[in-house]
């Protein structure tokens, strides 16, 4: 039977199952194979904190979204056209967000009362009418797989395991999609257990070939490359983006990277992804706990390495006297919080941007550091780097905002010439010897143009110092309680972090850069705003967009920019805490929009909000 | 540096002194404090031990001892509460070339830093962890901490502490320090020697020195360092050697079983050859274990001296081992090789 195919611009698919049913597997498979295959493509990973919640239960339920184009997009999308349910629950906790008329391709197995009864069904939703309107494909999926793996010798439960390769074949053939780099990454993954290597590449086949022949698909899809800007391109998340960024940075600075952590979810990646990379001569050490994981950075940096800890908001509360200690001895420090929702343990899956006060003022005393958050998972790389180089040139600790939402999605990444990324070598103190004063005349509390202190690294005859927590003393870094050097080193702190806004990008505003709207946001929020203004733009409205990447300090013409505009909304996760930093600096007045959800922002409700404030107007 | 090399010794004997350890900082430590007897054996041996005068780093916490780096003429850190061994944890993986020392209280080590004490024992990362003990908290004026004396009456518990105390040995016997011993800060000459041998060890070394605070705990050790109860209440560990003590050498440890004994070798029931003959190097810590509980049974002399010594490699060691044998097996990291990798694609101009 031949099938027409249809061609398409943009799909969005879900693939939702149990948090055993290898979902996140899938969606990360099938997101690889369509950004190879050109496509533009963002994902969204939706996961219970759970590592194997009670099978059947709809909080047990683990999502991917992926939103695939032959566009440049900027989110995962909004709405999914193609839910792929596993079983009852998947169903129920998703089919909410389908698209009107979308599809429902559903593993038809599970439907049995058990797990209906675990997902709150009341009667069976493929019996009865509350899937009018979609278009329900159902599979036996469970069983299709049984039987391709029926002489294979292994047991029912692992082949119960390879079902989600059979929906992965499926979606391939429905998509178009090559099956052969699936085939690739099982030899390897699987290369210690070469039955299941067999299973999981026959029941991949099995599924595809399920789809050319079974009646139950009438057309298949395409969705031709994106025209991305030409180069060499490979899919990468936040947190991957972030490490190759540390590694980049310690290569350029000439300093081995010093990755004090402990383990904390959705920082723990970063952690496991610096630990493969010890040829370069990445030290990672495991901490036994937050404190001890910031501490041992700050005597890596103290002994001249490029000292990095990663964690989340719970860790960076931890964190935060250590934090202190480094703003006072003036050490170069970057603390990565990827941030996830709070307070206290929150929500530890889930995203959001509520840790920005806490960066910018969640210390004891005036203690500023620089901030800076990237906008999308790519920009991680490029970020990594700015935060190194503005830590060492300016000897401040930098806090680097990621947040769950960017860290664990992903996107093609255009990747950069090594030889293009500029070389930031750090200056150290020489030796003294007797000829220039010995062992007794340095002083470590001198200042650069920039304000910053010099560095002299244990190990260097004649630059004996000791630095620490009471005040220092201007020039000769001595502990000092003197009231007006103590009034005069406060003030220097802070100057020194706000003369970094000398040397950073100034904002830019695009969109209809005359609009009496600006959209202002900062951090992950970036795609979604991004898609809202160019759909509002799209259908007629005025508006202009300008986003933050740099937090502490703000960009020089940030209050130029502001004070353009009548109107400005600032889309946040969290309760406004950047609306207000911008309120009490510039006394502008700021729409907040805010959503606590532990989801990003679908870009369709900043579009409604937009309207709404140009409508009322 | 020429002039660097000969102060060291490699030649003409021009070694340094204790002086150069010396920093330029006024010591601010009340009149009477124990912890200038420490500071001033630690200038002292400092010059014997071969290490150079840049290599040493001091890093501490809060607390008395932790102004410690401040009046020694060395790199270091006054760190924050607690995480002294955690700062040099740091210091010693990144730079293992450093000879790193931690000046720390029971307050500091014991109760805010337990949690990186034990862990840095149990890596067997080469730092020196010294333990000022003067069993009470003195620069907050007057609490009772982890190492006071069930009952004591402090600022905080005018009725009498309901706490049982840490034993500091016993704790670091079992986190698995490599180096164990106890020093005094009344008797110069062996807590001298010991911070020599601490300083020689390769790996965790633990040395409590009892420490008197004259102003909040004054006389909290006085029975073990007054001349008249000193030799009756002390028993000074050597190597290989019986464990004897008492005025007149006539009193000594007997092991029955696994049970210690104190006896009198003076009256013909038993001699010298029936006792306890003290190994350092003795293989499982049980034996250091029992002798650091001395102190809290009854009749019994308090140890100082090296309990226990392990030769074990060290968590530096092993740490830049592995780099070196992954960078020979995968080859040195190439940046371009470790961007353009995984699964990639062109997009054509």
Redesign the interface.
């Known amino acids: 039977m031949t099938k027409g195919i249809v061609d398409l611009n943009d799909v969005i698919v879900r693939f939702a199952g149990d948090s055993g049913d290898g979902m996140q597997l899938t969606g990360t498979q099938f997101t690889n194979t369509t950004a190879l295959a050109g496509n533009d493509v963002s994902t969204l990973p939706d996961f219970p904190a759970e590592i194997r919640a009670p099978a059947g239960t709809t909080y047990g339920v683990s999502g991917f979204q992926l939103h695939f184009s032959s566009d440049d997009i900027q989110t995962p999308g909004d709405a999914p056209d193609v839910l792929v349910a596993m079983n009852p629950a998947a169903l129920k906790t998703n089919l909410g967000e389908l698209k009107t008329g979308g599809s429902i391709i559903i593993n038809v197995d599970s439907f049995d009362s058990k797990n209906l009864r675990l997902a709150d069904y009341e009667s069976n939703p493929l019996e009865d009418d509350s899937l009018v309107g979609f278009n329900v494909v159902s599979v036996p999926l469970s069983k299709l797989t049984a039987t391709a793996l029926e002489d294979s010798g292994l047991s029912a439960k692992e082949i119960a395991r390879c079902k989600n390769f059979f929906a992965l074949g499926m979606m391939y053939w429905l998509y178009s999609r090559p099956f052969e780099p699936t085939l690739n990454w099982i030899k390897i993954k699987f290369k210690s257990s070469p039955e299941m290597a067999a299973a999981n590449e026959k029941v991949l086949k099995a599924g595809y070939y399920f789809g050319e022949n079974t009646e139950l698909f009438t057309t298949r899809y395409q969705v031709a490359p994106a025209k991305l800007s030409p180069g060499i391109y490979r899919n990468i998340s936040g947190n991957e983006a972030l490490a190759l960024g540390f590694v980049t940075a310690s290569v350029k600075t000439g300093l081995p990277l010093f990755l004090g952590s402990y383990p904390i979810t959705p920082a723990s990646d970063i952690l496991h992804e610096l630990s493969k990379h010890k040829n370069f001569g990445v030290r990672t050490f495991q901490a036994e706990d937050e404190i001890a994981a910031v501490t041992a950075a700050i005597g890596a940096s103290f002994s001249g390495a490029l000292a990095l800890t990663t964690t989340s908001g719970p860790g960076v509360a931890l964190k935060t006297e250590a934090i202190g200690l480094a703003v006072m001895t003036e050490l170069p420090l970057v603390i990565v919080d990827v941030q996830r929702g709070g307070p206290s343990t929150g929500l530890p899956t889930k995203t959001e941007q509520s840790d920005l006060l806490q960066a910018m003022y969640g210390r004891n005393g005036e203690a500023p550091v620089a901030i800076v958050a990237p906008a999308t998972p790519a920009e991680c790389f490029n970020m990594a780097i700015e935060a190194s180089r503005i830590a060492l040139k300016y000897m401040v600790p930098v806090m680097y905002l990621s947040d769950g939402y960017i860290a664990n999605g992903s996107e093609p990444w255009k990747i950069p010439e090594p030889d293009n990324i500029p070389e930031m070598k750090p200056k150290f103190v020489a030796p003294k010897d007797e000829s220039n004063n010995g062992h007794a005349g340095f002083d470590p509390y001198t200042r650069d143009e920039n304000l910053s202190r010099p560095w002299a690294l244990p190990g260097t005859p004649g630059l004996e110092h000791r630095l620490g927590g009471l005040e220092k003393a201007n020039i000769t870094g001595n502990v000092s309680y003197d009231p007006q050097n103590h009034e005069f080193m406060v003030r220097l702190r802070a100057q020194k972090v706000k003369n970094i806004e000398h040397d950073i990008p100034e904002l830019k505003v695009t969109g209809d850069i005359d609009a009496d709207l600006l959209v202002i946001g900062w951090g992950g929020t970036y795609g979604a705003i991004t898609e809202a203004v160019n759909k509002a733009r799209k259908s007629g409205s005025k508006v202009a967009q300008t986003h933050f990447r740099y937090l502490n300090p703000l960009p020089k013409n940030t209050e130029q920019v502001l004070k353009q505009y009548k109107k400005i909304l600032c889309p946040e996760l969290n309760l406004g805490q950047f609306a207000k930093i911008i309120k009490s600096e510039f006394s502008v007045d700021i729409i907040p929009f805010n959503k606590i959800q532990g989801l990003p922002f679908k870009s369709s409700e900043i579009e409604d909000k937009i309207e709404a404030i140009l409508g009322g107007k | 540096?020429a002039?660097?090399d000969i102060k060291n010794g490699n030649g003409n004997g021009n070694k340094y002194t204790s002086k150069?350890f010396s920093?330029?900082?006024d010591v601010r430590w009340c009149p009477g404090c124990g912890d200038y007897s420490i500071l001033a054996q630690m200038q002292r041996v400092s010059p014997d031990l071969n290490i150079?005068?840049?290599?040493f780093?001091?890093?501490s916490g809060?607390g008395c001892a932790a102004r410690f780096?401040?009046y020694m003429?060395?790199?270091?850190?006054?760190?924050?509460h607690g995480?002294a061994p955690?700062?040099?944890?740091?210091?010693?993986?990144?730079?293992p070339?450093?000879s790193v020392w931690v000046a720390t209280g029971d307050g500091d080590l014991l109760s805010i830093g337990g949690?990186?004490f034990i862990?840095a024992c149990r890596r067997n990362i080469d730092i020196k962890i010294l333990l000022f003990n003067n069993r009470i908290y003195g620069l907050t004026k007057g609490q009772y901490s982890p190492t006071s004396e069930k009952g004591k009456k402090t600022k905080s518990t005018p009725f009498g502490s309901i706490d049982f105390p840490f034993n500091p040995l016993s704790l670091a016997i079992g986190a698995g320090a490599t180096f164990i011993a106890r020093s005094l800060d009344r008797d110069p000459k062996h807590l001298k020697e010991i911070l020599k041998r601490a300083g020689e060890h390769k790996g965790t070394s633990f040395i409590e020195v009892y420490q008197n605070c004259n102003i909040f705990n004054d006389g909290a050790f006085e029975i073990l360092t007054d001349k008249e109860t000193k030799a009756d209440n002390v028993l000074f560990l050597e190597h290989g050697k019986p464990m004897l003590f008492g005025k007149n050498n006539d009193k000594g440890i007997r092991l029955n079983g696994l049970t210690p004994e104190v006896v009198d070798i003076s009256n013909g029931k038993y001699s010298i050859n029936d006792l306890w003959i003290h190994n350092e190097f003795e293989k499982p810590n049980s034996a250091a274990n029992i002798l650091s509980h001395f102190t809290e049974m009854e009749g019994f002399p308090t140890p100082v001296g090296i309990l226990r010594q392990e030769s074990k490699s060290t968590y530096e060691e092993d740490?830049h081992e592995?780099?070196s044998n992954?960078?020979k097996?995968?080859?040195?990291?190439d940046?371009?090789k470790?961007?353009?990798?995984?699964?990639?694609?062109?997009?054509?101009?």
């Open positions: 540096m002039e660097i150069d920093s330029s900082q150079k005068l840049e290599n780093v001091w890093v809060i780096p401040y003429n060395t790199y270091g850190i006054h760190g924050i995480r955690a700062i040099a944890t740091g210091i010693k993986v990144n730079k070339e450093l949690n990186h862990h740490f592995q780099l992954i960078t097996t995968k080859g040195e990291g940046l371009r470790l961007l353009f990798s995984g699964n990639m694609w062109e997009v054509a101009a």
